[in-house]
């Protein structure tokens, strides 16, 4: 059951977002080599980065390496060997969850503030709320930033699933648990951990769009 | 002619369906029961069987010349003991009755010879069958019948015409039921007059009769003349067997009011199935120290298990017995049976017999499928090395001159930590706890480089002159070998006729050299050690490996994976050799190494995770209440 839905998931996930990347070109250049250009700037440090943008690139490289490995520990076993996370696999996985968790509680702090959602984010939300409820709320006519708009629910999101995720197997580590909701606990991390990892993939796509926009 | 032949085929399947069907469907009284729970009452009276193997004479306890009873005649009145003698406990020799999962074999050993020599009828892995080492079922009876209910091999008519004349006089060694459902504080299997030492001295026909609370057995076998009669009411052998009857027991019509029980008491058991573990270094091992399985203290009896029927075939109670066994409730009285129940079934059947439904708070549950209960819940609590352990069985418990040394022969050690012999394709090979032996014996290499056991009776005639001056130690250990007389003795079974003798003790096969001296391989697969799986004692939940800590068994230096097994041998250099318990758990070092390591970091691990969820937590938090501030700022506004 896992593995047909994680496959069919993430199979659904990439389709999806070649299909977007063809049906709605991202505003600015469509050439090839530009695009990598900026996937690799996502990665990159910029010079005229201070300190704390330093350590905010820093924690996010750390994380998104961090999250490789732990999708690809997590996930390969499952998914191509059939089998449970065991042995090394599941060692490196556990070496792995920590530096992840706290390079999200980092991104949490530093990259809330960026990732607020405001008036000019959804004019259409304040369009509507004037429409429902005949109140004074201004609004104009621009059009949805409908890639910010996701890029931001999908960052909050992500923090959002990092809790139940994190959460779900460090209380089965404690005598607190019965066998019934060790089985519990274990299948939650893993549905919420296919999740986090779909959310991630388009938070990335929309980050290099975005990126190639300039919108951030 | 064919037509004819056709023809009386026909007529004798059609006549033998009904004879058939008229022989199974003959119950007799006490095959089946009516329902009740109550303890039917044995007021019986006692059969012999005679001479020719037939149901004899009722016993007349005022006779001069009283025969023993037999319980093939006094209990197979009611109790079709054909069927019994076919349960478990009996059906080893015949080879029909599947083997199971490895089991406790009989352990022939001679200290001076250099002899520790697993035996058994089943054919489980790394087993000698007696006939390989020249033990005939009688002679196997005479050894290891001390500790057997009878029958199997103390019921196996012999082929030699010596045997079979000895078996005139020994009688057979009957299924004893007394052995198992006599009641009675009386009843006597160890005493100097009791079953056991009956046994030892051939007298087979005695040995039930003997145990028994109402009579007395004199007299030996072993002693009497070769032209000795015992159905000869005038025959003089004064030191022949003789039985004496309790007038007392017998009422005025001549029956004896037996303690049968259908529930065999635990005591009745304990004869057979008690052990001792050494685990005071030093010291010798006291029974009252040690705690009983907590079922037993719970105030079960070993029979609410390992439950049978009149077949006999009792419930051993591990997973996967079902498919070995015919008894219908092999899997249901099982560990998980009684306390998990079918967990996929439609009714709910956890909980049998009280048995708590375990919680297992905090065990990832990766752990049921790689471990058995007993792993974590049976045997002794593991320390650096496994300890000696005594058995019944293997050291004589219970019965007369047992010498109760630390370090008597055979040598036992437990618990073992070994991934266990898959016995059917739906059980997956878990790690339990074992008991160990490692077999030493003389044998040779056959052409397919396989070891042949040489016959005990040879080695004790050529190993035994070669090694006649080696001084066998009070305590029952070995005698210690040096690997130059192994090497004499090698020659001299070379000698007698033994082609590529090898001598194989503590993992290791010796064998010639060209130049005469020995040398050492170790990795054959006649080296390796024989285990069995330990299932009692239980002990408690609250002393069940890995309660409040992982890292009792996930350390660097945890017993489980890292306690170092010796290697027992009577040649001394091997003899300081050891293996490692994750050997038997076939399990990489590193890896095992590297993951209870990482138990150092747990703690770390959980304090980081813990904090990286309150600060995102916090996040949200802050961040939603900021959202909401917002909208109750624009409403506010509107106002």
Redesign the interface.
């Known amino acids: 059951m896992f593995e047909t839905v994680s496959i069919f998931a993430f199979l659904a996930t990439i389709v999806g977002i070649a299909i977007h990347w063809v049906a709605t070109p991202a505003e600015g250049s469509r050439c090839v080599i530009r695009g990598w250009v900026h996937v690799l700037s996502l990665l990159l440090i910029e010079q005229k980065s201070s300190l704390l943008g330093v350590l905010k690139k820093l924690v996010y490289l750390l994380a998104v390496v961090c999250f490789l490995v732990l999708a690809i520990t997590g996930f390969y076993p499952v998914l191509v060997q059939g089998k449970h996370i065991t042995g090394f696999g599941m060692m490196i996985h556990a070496t792995f969850a920590p530096i992840f968790a706290l390079c999200m509680a980092i991104l949490a702090i530093t990259w809330a503030g960026g990732n607020r959602f405001t008036a000019e984010d959804c004019p259409w939300m304040s369009r509507l709320l004037r429409r429902v409820t005949r109140l004074h709320v201004a609004a104009d006519d621009r059009p949805c930033r409908c890639s910010l708009v996701l890029y931001k629910a999908a960052f909050w999101f992500l923090l959002f699933l990092s809790l139940p995720l994190i959460l779900s197997i460090v209380i089965s580590m404690f005598h607190l648990l019965g066998t019934d909701w060790q089985h519990t606990t274990l299948a939650m991390h893993r549905w919420v951990g296919m999740v986090f990892v779909i959310v991630a993939i388009i938070h990335t796509y929309l980050a290099i769009r975005l990126r190639m926009a300039g919108a951030i | 002619m064919k037509r004819r032949l056709i023809a009386v085929l026909v007529v004798w399947s059609v006549l033998s369906v009904p004879l058939i069907a008229a022989e199974e469907a003959a119950k007799l009284l006490g095959d089946e029961g009516d329902g009740s729970r109550a303890n039917p009452i044995h007021l019986i009276p006692l059969f012999a069987e005679n001479d020719k193997g037939e149901k004899g004479e009722r016993i007349d306890p005022n006779a001069e010349h009283a025969m023993p009873f037999s319980t093939r005649w006094t209990c197979g009145e009611c109790h079709s003991y054909g069927t019994i003698s076919r349960g478990w406990h009996f059906n080893a020799v015949g080879g029909n009755a599947p083997a199971g999962r490895p089991g406790e074999p009989w352990l022939y050993f001679n200290s001076k010879l250099g002899v520790q020599l697993p035996l058994s009828y089943r054919a489980w892995p790394g087993m000698h069958r007696p006939e390989q080492v020249g033990l005939t079922p009688p002679e196997f009876t005479k050894i290891f019948g001390r500790h057997m209910p009878g029958g199997g091999p103390g019921e196996v008519t012999p082929t030699d015409i010596e045997e079979i004349a000895r078996q005139y006089i020994s009688g057979k060694l009957e299924v004893d039921c007394l052995a198992c459902h006599n009641a009675h504080p009386g009843q006597d299997q160890g005493s100097p007059t009791g079953y056991a030492i009956q046994v030892t001295k051939m007298n087979f026909r005695w040995a039930a009769a003997a145990s028994s609370e109402f009579a007395d057995v004199t007299g030996s076998v072993a002693d009497a003349g070769p032209t000795y009669d015992p159905f000869d009411p005038d025959a003089e052998e004064p030191k022949a067997p003789r039985v004496t009857y309790d007038k007392r027991a017998f009422d005025a019509k001549g029956n004896v009011l037996m303690q049968i029980v259908r529930e065999a008491p635990k005591q009745r058991c304990y004869f057979c199935h008690s052990d001792l573990y050494c685990v005071e270094d030093g010291e010798k091992p006291e029974k009252w120290r040690a705690d009983e399985d907590v079922h037993m203290a719970a105030g079960l009896t070993c029979v609410d298990c390992h439950r049978n029927g009149l077949g006999h075939n009792i419930v051993r109670g591990y997973d996967g017995e079902a498919a070995d066994s015919v008894n219908p409730l092999a899997t249901a009285t099982s560990c998980r049976g009684c306390h998990l129940g079918d967990e996929n079934g439609t009714r709910a059947t956890g909980g049998r017999l009280g048995a708590p439904v375990?919680?297992?708070?905090?065990?990832?549950?990766?752990h049921?499928e790689r471990l058995t209960c007993t792993a974590c819940h049976s045997g002794p609590w593991p320390g650096d090395e496994p300890v000696l352990a005594k058995t019944s069985r293997a050291h004589r418990l219970g019965t007369i001159n047992v010498n109760k040394e630390v370090r008597v022969l055979p040598h036992i050690l437990a618990p073992v930590f070994a991934r266990q012999a898959v016995t059917d394709a739906n059980s997956s090979p878990k790690i339990g706890p074992h008991k160990l032996v490692w077999p030493a014996y003389w044998g040779t290499l056959d052409d397919k480089a396989a070891v042949v056991p040489v016959a005990l009776a040879t080695v004790t005639k050529v190993v035994g002159a070669v090694l006649k001056d080696v001084a066998i130690p009070a305590t029952g250990d070995w005698s210690e070998l040096k690997e130059e007389q192994v090497a004499q003795a090698l020659k001299a079974l070379d000698g007698a006729g033994q082609k590529k003798p090898v001598y194989v003790t503590g993992g290791m096969l010796y064998e010639l050299n060209d130049d005469g001296t020995v040398a050492g391989r170790q990795n054959h697969p006649a080296a390796e050690p024989y285990m069995w799986p330990i299932a009692h004692n239980v002990r408690p939940a609250a002393q069940s490996l890995g309660v409040?800590k992982c890292t009792v068994c996930h350390s660097t230096n945890s017993p489980f994976f890292f306690g170092k097994v010796a290697v027992d041998s009577p040649i001394v250099s091997v003899s300081k050799l050891t293996r490692t318990q994750y050997e038997f758990q076939q399990v990489p070092y590193g890896?095992t190494w590297?993951?209870a390591m990482?138990f150092v970091f747990?703690p770390?691990?959980?304090v980081?995770?813990?904090?990286?969820?309150a600060?995102?937590?916090i996040?949200?938090l802050?961040?939603g209440l900021?959202?909401l501030g917002a909208i109750a700022r624009?409403?506010a506004e509107?106002e």
Do not use: D, E, T
Request: hydrophobic share 55%; aromatic share 14%.
């Open positions: 375990p919680k297992h708070k905090g065990i990832p549950a990766v049921f409040g890896r590297a993951f990482s747990r770390w691990f959980k980081i995770a813990i904090g990286s969820v600060v995102i937590a996040v949200l802050l961040y900021k959202a624009v409403l509107q």
